[in-house]
């Protein structure tokens, strides 16, 4: 008896074609398509981004100046621009002012202030919570250059509001206190993103689980232990890696204390415009900011392990 073959499954066939087909590319465009799309992107990154690293990190490796022979021939020196910075005591001494100035104002202080500000406003309505986050966003969306005046005006020694309100003389706060300055100053004017940022995530805690743990006896602080931090640790751990990483890179004390007392606020990003621009050492300050975009790397990738671990 002859076999009888049964015709193949036309339309079967056709799915799952179109189903590999949208599995490689949901929207249908094809990847030439696709690609022309995103290509201007890419262009961008690659022309504002990617060039300038690559150059910089060229610059580190050479002895290249502003001034002088170098600057018009400079010579490849390999990593001695990276071992002078690192026996180099004012490179330490920036590296460990960063730290203090991204733990005090950023983690501590942003992190700190936003989210006590977002706590005490989130049931509250009406004209004060307006005004309350009306004048944390005004500090933040200020320029770096108006904001920076207001707070030399108001720490001067000669003539200073604060020395005014206080009655304390001609007291040099930003002489005798320019870390702890920036910290506040930093403080201050970033907060509204955490606030912000915070408000939002609170926003998205059931009441009714705070109503439980209300009847249930649990403490202000329990509530928040027990169920506001663990419903909103994803925002805390993003909103801890964009400020660190913000603060990091922030050239704003620099129009506070100029990096002074004798380096006493001198935070890595005003160490590399010194050296550099200032210095006329642009091999030695490409070499630093290379060495600050690795630390920034370590401190996202820990960031990201550390949020994707909580999930």
Same mark, same amino acid.
């Given at each position: 008896?002859?076999?009888? @073959? &049964?015709?193949?499954?036309?339309?079967?066939?056709?799915?799952?074609? @179109?189903?590999?087909?949208?599995?490689?590319?949901?929207?249908?465009?094809?990847?030439?398509?696709?690609?022309? =799309?995103?290509?201007?992107?890419? !262009?961008?990154?690659?022309? =504002?981004?990617? =060039?300038?690293?690559?150059?910089?990190?060229?610059?580190?490796?050479?002895?290249?100046?502003?001034?002088?022979?170098?600057?018009?021939?400079?010579?490849?020196?390999?990593?001695?621009? #990276?071992?002078?910075?690192?026996?180099?005591? +004012? #490179?330490?001494? &920036?590296?460990?002012?960063?730290?203090?100035?991204?733990?005090?104002?950023?983690?501590?202080?942003?992190?700190?202030?936003?989210?006590?500000?977002?706590?005490?406003?989130?049931?509250?309505?009406?004209?004060?919570?307006?005004?309350?986050?009306?004048?944390?966003?005004?500090?933040?969306?200020?320029? &770096?250059?108006?904001? +920076? #005046?207001?707070?030399?005006?108001? !720490?001067? $020694?000669?003539?200073?509001?604060?020395?005014?309100? !206080?009655?304390?003389?001609?007291?040099?706060?930003?002489?005798?206190?320019?870390?702890? +300055?920036?910290?506040?100053?930093?403080?201050?004017?970033?907060?509204?993103?955490?606030?912000?940022?915070?408000? $939002?995530?609170?926003?998205?805690?059931?009441?009714?689980?705070?109503?439980?743990?209300?009847?249930?006896? $649990?403490?202000?602080?329990?509530?928040?232990?027990?169920?506001?931090?663990?419903?909103? /640790?994803?925002?805390?751990?993003?909103?801890?890696?964009?400020? +660190?990483?913000? @603060?990091?890179?922030?050239?704003?004390?620099?129009?506070?204390?100029?990096?002074?007392?004798?380096? /006493?606020?001198?935070?890595? $990003?005003?160490?590399?415009?010194?050296?550099?621009?200032?210095?006329?050492?642009?091999?030695?300050?490409?070499?630093?900011? @290379?060495?600050?975009?690795?630390?920034?790397?370590?401190?996202?990738?820990?960031?990201?392990?550390?949020?994707?671990?909580? /999930?």
């Amino acid at each position: 008896m002859a076999q009888v @073959t &049964s015709p193949p499954d036309l339309a079967g066939e056709a799915t799952d074609s @179109t189903a590999r087909r949208y599995s490689v590319d949901a929207a249908g465009l094809g990847r030439w398509r696709a690609g022309a =799309f995103v290509a201007p992107a890419l !262009l961008l990154i690659a022309v =504002f981004l990617v =060039f300038p690293a690559l150059w910089v990190l060229y610059l580190g490796l050479t002895d290249y100046r502003l001034t002088g022979v170098a600057a018009a021939d400079p010579k490849v020196v390999g990593l001695d621009n #990276f071992l002078s910075a690192i026996g180099n005591p +004012s #490179f330490w001494n &920036s590296t460990w002012l960063t730290v203090q100035f991204v733990l005090g104002s950023a983690v501590i202080g942003q992190v700190g202030l936003g989210f006590t500000i977002a706590w005490l406003l989130r049931d509250r309505r009406g004209p004060l919570r307006r005004i309350v986050e009306g004048l944390v966003i005004l500090a933040w969306i200020l320029p &770096s250059a108006v904001v +920076s #005046f207001l707070w030399v005006a108001l !720490l001067d $020694a000669d003539g200073g509001t604060l020395n005014a309100l !206080l009655a304390t003389g001609d007291y040099a706060w930003l002489l005798e206190h320019p870390m702890l +300055s920036i910290v506040i100053f930093n403080t201050w004017r970033g907060t509204a993103f955490s606030m912000m940022l915070y408000g $939002a995530a609170l926003g998205n805690v059931p009441p009714s689980h705070l109503e439980s743990a209300r009847l249930a006896g $649990a403490s202000g602080w329990q509530q928040l232990r027990d169920v506001v931090f663990p419903h909103i /640790k994803g925002h805390i751990l993003t909103n801890l890696l964009l400020i +660190s990483l913000w @603060t990091f890179n922030d050239f704003t004390p620099f129009m506070i204390t100029a990096g002074g007392p004798e380096g /006493k606020s001198e935070v890595l $990003a005003v160490h590399v415009y010194k050296v550099a621009l200032q210095g006329g050492q642009l091999g030695y300050g490409a070499a630093v900011s @290379t060495a600050i975009l690795l630390i920034n790397l370590v401190v996202a990738v820990f960031y990201l392990r550390l949020l994707r671990s909580k /999930k």
